[in-house]
């Protein structure tokens, strides 16, 4: 799903250089590095004055290249690489956020839905090496991130096309998956073990889950998230997550957090 301000949502059925690149040596050394933190949680926003909420958020994106604010202290911020929209404006705003502290830098949206980003994976692989694989060395490439479709050239047949159109020439770190739909927590771990064994196959060390959320009642998602939560902190194969998102009508409401706002920041 994206920022609701500047991208047209889903429905729930496919809910689903400038810098000059480093030896990929280096690269190794500082990705040990730079994927160390505190905390998974995330915090997915469209206003930045409202990430504090998420008690635990260790970091935070915004479907943007630009933070459009102060982060909170202790909240690493990530660019995103949206998709060709953002071409113009990427070189100078990823050079910003790595000169600011940021160490993760986040691939197309969605690529594998036409309401989003709309990439064949041939051609996102080609934009990836050009955009994205120079920040090596820099940053923790993320992945693009793709749905929990199903389809030629959906989900994770997309993923599998785009690594393949790469040919060992990409070099994302970790890989970034969505979720949505009405199911049993038991679907989400199928999907995620899923994705973390693909990651592995193709050479990255971990899963972000950058969006994810139970498209069920209030209470279907706070019993989700009281399942997952303590999953996720302790599966070794996921790097980071961001439920969505942090606005009113999702984990907030008025702008303090709501019951599944409360559930996603939870001590368990």
């Known amino acids: 799903m994206r920022v609701i301000n500047a991208f047209i949502a889903t429905t729930a059925a496919m809910m689903a250089t400038a810098a000059v690149a480093k030896p990929h040596g280096l ?17 997915a926003y469209n206003d930045v004055s409202l990430i504090s909420l998420i008690s635990d958020a260790s970091w935070a994106y915004n479907w943007n290249d630009a933070s459009d604010g102060t982060v909170p202290s202790g909240v690493e911020y990530c660019p995103m690489l949206w998709g060709p929209k953002m071409y113009n404006s990427w070189t100078s705003a990823v050079s910003t956020a790595l000169s600011g502290g940021s160490t993760c830098v986040l691939g197309f949206n969605e690529p594998d839905l036409g309401s989003q980003s709309n990439m064949s994976p041939q051609q996102a692989a080609i934009d990836y090496q050009t955009y994205i694989t120079p920040l090596a060395g820099q940053a923790t490439l993320v992945s693009p991130a793709i749905t929990n479709g199903a389809g030629e050239n959906v989900g994770f047949n997309w993923m599998q096309n785009w690594l393949t159109a790469c040919n060992g020439a990409c070099k994302p770190n970790v890989m970034a998956i969505h979720y949505y739909a009405d199911a049993p927590a038991s679907d989400f771990f199928d999907h995620v073990n899923n994705a973390t064994s693909l990651a592995s196959q193709n050479g990255m060390d971990s899963v972000w889950i950058t969006e994810f959320q139970h498209t069920g009642s209030a209470a279907d998602q706070v019993a989700f998230l009281q399942e997952v939560i303590p999953w996720l902190n302790s599966n070794t194969g996921v790097g980071r997550y961001a439920y ?7 984990l907030l409401s008025d702008s303090v957090l709501s019951t599944v706002g409360q559930a996603y920041t939870a001590s368990y």
Request: proline share 0%; aromatic share 16%.
């Open 27 to 43: 690269h190794a050394n500082f990705h040990k590095r730079a994927t160390t933190s505190t905390s998974k949680v995330g915090s």
């Open 244 to 250: 969505f998102f942090t606005a009113d009508g999702y």
